[in-house]
């Protein structure tokens, strides 16, 4: 069965350090996601990326966060300056469809721990 | 802003009971809701859509109350492996999910 596979697992990094989680979407999807959850709280929308530019994004989003898709497979988030509120579980999703009733499918996240 | 509320949880039951889960949302206009469950430190996982007429798959049943804007998830005949945290998501446009808190279920032998 596909899968959305995400890299690393777990990432340990010193505050004000820069990271580059890693996403590598289901093949025939076309729209791509980040959310992320802090331990014991929901699940946040972050953003979505669709045709090689962001559709939607929420206030979590500020200019500290950036994606990209660098080729034709990966799709990065990138969190500049990270601050130790940024520790969480980061999920990537995909889906083959943006509207209503289509199923996201979910990575099984980076652990980013901030220190 | 757009909320979906769920009681926390957490539901302890025993083998073989049926139990339910309610789940409110603020946003009259949003059409299309998902039950997505959620095992401890793991990725949420699509367990069904909610649909107006309700839906059931096997021992699961979903509906959705327009008028009173709330969400239902009923699970008979509970199994060990149901143990989980039960993920209300309302879908909003663009594909964006908005989740709930989840509500914690576990079954006991």
């Known amino acids: 069965e596909p899968e959305v596979t995400q890299t690393p697992s777990h990432q340990v990094t010193q505050m004000g350090q820069e990271v580059i989680l890693r996403c590598v979407p289901i093949?025939?999807?076309?729209?791509f996601y980040w959310y992320r959850q802090i331990l014991g709280q929901k699940v946040e929308f972050l953003v979505s990326f669709y045709n090689n530019e962001i559709s939607e994004k929420s206030e979590i989003f500020d200019d500290q966060f950036s994606v990209e898709r660098p080729d034709g497979s990966n799709f990065t988030l990138k969190i500049r300056s990270t601050k130790l509120e940024d520790s969480a579980m980061y999920f990537c999703?995909?889906?083959?469809?943006?509207?209503?009733?289509?199923?996201?499918?979910f990575g099984q996240g980076t652990r980013l721990t901030v220190v | 802003r757009k909320e979906v509320e769920q009681d926390p949880g957490p539901f302890n039951v025993p083998e073989g009971a049926t139990v339910a889960f309610n789940c409110t949302y603020s946003?009259?206009?949003?059409?299309?809701f998902f039950w997505y469950r959620q095992d401890c430190r793991k990725e949420p996982k699509l367990l069904m859509s909610?649909?107006?007429s309700g839906n059931e798959d096997g021992r699961f049943t979903a509906q959705l109350n327009r008028a009173s804007q709330y969400i239902s998830l009923l699970i008979r005949d509970s199994k060990l492996s149901d143990s989980a945290t039960y993920l209300c998501?309302?879908?909003?446009?663009?594909?964006?999910?908005?989740f709930g808190g989840g509500t914690r279920l576990m079954v006991k032998p």
């Open positions: 909610v649909y107006s």
């Open positions: 946003n009259s206009a949003s059409q299309s």
């Open positions: 093949s025939n999807h076309l729209y």
């Open positions: 999703a995909s889906s083959e469809e943006s509207r209503a009733g289509t199923e996201a499918f």
């Open positions: 998501v309302e879908y909003n446009a663009g594909n964006m999910l908005t």
